[in-house]
């Protein structure tokens, strides 16, 4: 049973950076491509970064790049989402996902999701 648990989420001034975790266990994580995405409430989810599982080739938004940097630990199952120079406008539930094999920033192209972590970017 596929089951991501995302975490690091919470207040920061605007600037500042966190990192998220989502921690991946009941398959084979090195098949996988994992993807952040974020909802803001009244819009849809976006994707803003992937990472292939096994070779480590990443995808990010144009919204995030250069501030976003996504990361993997194969020994822990576990991808990072390091976010600096955050802005108002990242403030979202981040929630992260996977798919078979190949990147995605679509939403519709993955099927097993975590619960999200709430990002709240104000000063």
């Known amino acids: 049973q596929v089951q991501l648990v995302e975490s690091g989420g919470g207040l920061v001034q605007p600037g500042g950076s966190l990192r998220l975790s989502c921690a991946a266990s009941?398959?084979?994580?090195?098949?996988?491509?994992i993807g952040w995405f974020r909802q803001a409430p009244g819009k849809e989810r976006e994707g803003v970064s992937c990472?292939?599982?096994?070779?480590?080739?990443?995808h990010y938004a144009d919204s995030v790049k250069g501030r976003f940097a996504i990361s993997r630990y194969n020994a822990k199952n576990t991808v990072y989402l390091q976010m600096d120079s955050l802005k108002p406008e990242d403030t979202a539930v981040y929630y992260c996902?996977?798919?078979?094999?190949?990147?995605?920033?679509?939403?519709?192209?993955?099927?097993?999701w975590g619960q999200g972590t709430q990002v709240t970017v104000s000063s």
């Open positions: 996902a996977a798919r078979y094999f190949v990147c995605s920033l679509r939403r519709t192209d993955f099927g097993s």
């Open positions: 990472i292939s599982m096994s070779d480590g080739s990443t």
């Open positions: 009941g398959f084979t994580t090195s098949n996988y491509a």
